[in-house]
């Protein structure tokens, strides 16, 4: 396993794994998408570098989930940071930390960009 | 949800008036006056005006409209969801949480309010939205029982804290 953190720059682009039950019908996720599940201890939102990555992988079952992507600049104009943390099955997986209210849900809600895939 | 309780829709000779409006009908001549306080007690509000008779004015409780009965189901159907239910740790809303998101759309339903989504959260939360064109309101009844609203004017926030009516209903109208 390539172990090798890399350093996620402001134009990188990552993916985040939205379920249906949190996208409006135009397409837009609702901010729930992202928030932290504090029960099972989540410190960070899980997110995927695209360049690492294909939508296949990422999005795991197409009946459940959709991706959105988000730029770590963005992320990072609201004030949050994102860190590269691979996990043993997926490489490209990083987290998006910081203080995450509500409102600061909201905002990534409205700042993600749904992909079409498939 | 205390603010809830001070706005009655009422309905008198002249048709429906909201009191957050402050106003009230005149029993004697059929004019429409503002007025600083409005009485509620229980199911009848009885108003006061300088140089007039008192008029009393029974609320009524309307129905609740199409869209919010559908609102209300799906709620409804979210304390049938089990532990896990999105198989990512997902807690369901306690019965609590629902309750007081039911009693919220059913109340500002008098409003007739443009509801447009509800969803539940992972921690156990309710999310609820309201759409009018560009404007935006999202209500977040948190597991904790805290509650929060966030106002847009098309992408940008204009509010982050805690419910306040007024704000929600001047911002959708």
Known sequence: ?118 | MTALQERTKIRANEGNISTNENWVVGNVVQQIFPFEKLLVEDIYAYAYLPGSSRVMVVRYINNPSEKAQEFLRKLARFSKLPENWDNEGAAPPEEKIISTASDFISQLDEFELPLYFVAPGPNGEIYLEYRNGNNTAEIFFNEDENEEMILYKGKEQIYSGEINIDLLINHLR
């Open chain 1, 1 to 118: 396993m390539n172990n090798t953190i890399q350093e996620i720059k402001n134009d990188d682009r990552l993916l985040r794994r939205v379920k249906l039950e949190h996208i409006r019908d135009d397409m837009t996720a609702i901010p729930l998408a992202f928030k932290l599940r504090k029960k099972i201890g989540e410190t960070g939102l899980s997110v995927y570098i695209e360049r690492l990555t294909d939508y296949a992988k990422t999005i795991r079952d197409v009946t459940l989930y959709r991706l959105y992507i988000l730029s770590a600049g963005q992320i990072r104009d609201i004030g949050l940071d994102c860190m590269h943390k691979p996990e043993p099955d997926d490489y490209s997986h990083s987290e998006i930390i910081g203080s995450i209210t509500s409102s600061v849900s909201s905002k990534l809600a409205k700042a993600a960009v749904y992909i079409k895939y498939p």
